[in-house]
Nanobody, 118 residues
Framework: QVQFVESGGGLVQPGGSLRLSCVAS????????MSWYRQPPGKGRELVAS????????EYADSVAGRFTISRDNAKNTVYLQMNNLRPEDTAVYYC???????????WGQGTQVTVSS
């Protein structure tokens, strides 16, 4: 079955950096776009960034453009999110899913908690 396993979150001070990883399985990773989402405390899930399957096209939410970078390693079935210059408003549980700008699957992983606080 489809599975997503996110990791790399933690507590970081404002201005700090984190690199998130998501290992996907149960579908043809290399032909699918991938996206990162986040769910801040008390709010709904929102799209953060997407990367296409080949000749990668990347898109970012306005709130993270210029600070976050999405990338992928098809050999490892893994998508990454490099997050720099983190802000308190980036605090959320981060998830990945297949698809470009929309979630392809209803199955979600456990997510990884990112907390930005001094």
């Amino acid at each position: 079955q489809v599975q997503f396993v996110e990791s790399g979150g933690g507590l970081v001070q404002p201005g700090g950096s984190l690199r998130l990883s998501c290992v996907a399985s149960g579908f043809a990773f290399h032909v699918n776009a991938m996206s990162w989402y986040r769910q801040p405390p008390g709010k709904g899930r929102e799209l953060v960034a997407s990367v296409s399957s080949a000749n990668p096209v990347k898109e970012y939410a306005d709130s993270v453009a210029g600070r976050f970078t999405i990338s992928r390693d098809n050999a490892k079935n893994t998508v990454y999110l490099q997050m720099n210059n983190l802000r308190p408003e980036d605090t959320a549980v981060y998830y990945c899913n297949a698809g470009f700008s929309r979630a392809e699957y209803g199955d979600w992983g456990q997510g990884t908690q990112v907390t930005v606080s001094s």
